[in-house]
């Protein structure tokens, strides 16, 4: 389905000294979108900028910095290389499918069956009959966008360049290297394999029912964005108390503290090699989980750039 291919080009991008930083409080690290990574055995700075995969490309333009690093860096970090997007659709579309025997109706009551297939076709218009071949996280993918769309009429996932994606293909106009923190096999694992099926299957019907009531969410969550303030989207995306459809905590790990572990295993070396940009999903950023609180933990000096 044409929605389902466009979904995963927009989303699937859909993250101070050893001695003083036992005394600071994780909510230092926000304020600012762009940080700057220092000492620690660098020569040169790398700096990590915290992106939204559904902000206008413009957006660019409002980080203090931001063209001077892009211009000034070495070789820019993502987290996964974005210049093949025909092969990764093409292996995303493949794990997206829902195992033989395995289904929708045997996952769900009645009850739950028929709310999932009632809000998918109040978004498509079409319901499970032609959505229940795909695991829950693509249809959750799906859905997402394709209310993104509806809430925000302004945004034109066919024309969207996301900000990861603009830093990637500027830095190749460049003739910069572009390095990818992760494979099309670990997103995939995080978005559809990370939990059993039948929960995964529960977590997307509640989800689903709340239609277009998450658009008080969101309108935070891009306000907090483009404020800079990276510890209030987390804490609305991970700890938020009136969220009534709170992720489990292994989804919440498998999508953003689990990367975060794995990408700080390259992170040295990256910036050892060559003074980096380093552009990921803002939620990477914030929090003890974060990677600016690790970066400072581990003896790096991290400075916002304002």
């Not at 009551?109 to 998918?120: F, P, Q, T, V």
């Not at 799906?142 to 066919?158: C, G, R």
Request: hydrophobic letters at 40%.
């Amino acid at each position: 389905m044409k929605i389902l291919s466009t979904t995963f080009a927009v989303l699937i991008f859909l993250v101070l000294s050893v001695i003083t930083v036992s005394a600071q409080d994780r909510t230092e690290y926000t304020g600012a979108l762009l940080w700057k990574v220092s000492g620690n055995g660098l020569e040169k700075p790398s700096y990590i900028l915290g992106t939204h995969h559904l902000v206008h490309v413009r957006f660019v333009d409002s980080i203090p910095g931001l063209r001077d690093v892009m211009e000034n860096t070495e070789q820019t970090v993502g987290e996964l290389l974005m210049s093949d997007q025909a092969a990764m659709q093409a292996k995303v579309m493949e794990a997206a499918m829902m195992p033989a025997g395995e289904s929708y109706k045997d996952m769900l009551s009645a009850e739950d069956y028929e709310k999932l297939d009632k809000g998918l076709r109040d978004v498509f218009s079409v319901g499970m009959e032609q959505f229940g071949q795909m695991k829950p996280g693509m249809i959750s993918l799906a859905y997402t966008i394709t209310l993104y769309t509806k809430l925000y009429p302004e945004f034109n996932p066919m024309s969207h360049e996301a900000i990861d994606a603009y830093v990637q293909r500027i830095a190749k106009d460049k003739g910069k290297p572009v390095l990818g923190l992760e494979t099309v096999e670990d997103q995939v694992y995080a978005l559809f394999d990370a939990e059993p099926l039948k929960d995964q299957a529960v977590a997307l019907v509640c989800a689903v029912g709340q239609g277009m009531s998450v658009k008080e969410s969101l309108d935070k969550l891009n306000g907090y964005y483009y404020k800079r303030d990276l510890s209030r989207m987390y804490d609305l995306a991970f700890n938020d108390p009136d969220d009534t459809c709170k992720a489990s905590q292994k989804a919440q790990n498998a999508i953003n503290k689990d990367r975060n572990d794995k990408w700080l295993l390259k992170l040295p070396q990256i910036m050892e090699g060559k003074p980096s940009l380093i552009a990921v999903g803002a939620l990477h950023l914030a929090g003890e989980e974060g990677l600016l609180y690790k970066l400072a933990k581990m003896g790096y000096k991290v400075q916002a750039v304002k």
